[in-house]
């Protein structure tokens, strides 16, 4: 039987969803709240009750600061989930004393989602990471290694489709 693109996308949602459920356990109720679709909080709940794993029995060696703060930077509730500069403030940084050493006035980065329906390869994803870095520091050969893909994902993404010459 074969199965069509939408019925394979709710089986990669799906898929994600069963992979974080069982690192994470499902959430409570209260961190259903942000949803604002009930089918998509009915979609949560259908997943039943799953046990949070054990972060110190995965990692042995981390300290509770380093689990306390992997506990918070992967909360289901974005409005639980830690932020950067929450991050940096987390008593596990402390001690590595670099913190106040860090320049406050770089631009944020703002990651644009309106894509996802693009389906990009991991390949994609990388070169257009890629791309944010050699803003940065730039990348010997860049253009000539990655341009063409990226005005090809860029081209797709204004137009919804590329003509190949």
Known sequence: MMQNEKDENLLDEYDQLNLIFNLLGTPEEKDLDFLTRQDRKKYVRNFGKIKKVDFSAIFPEATNEAIDLLSKMLAFNPKERLDVEDCLQHPFFEKLGFIEKLPRDIEPVYIDYDHDHLHLSSYDIRALILREVNKFNK??????????????????AKTGSVDYV
């Open 139 to 156: 990348i010997k050969d860049f253009d000539e290694t990655f341009g063409f893909i990226i005005n090809e994902i860029l081209t797709i």
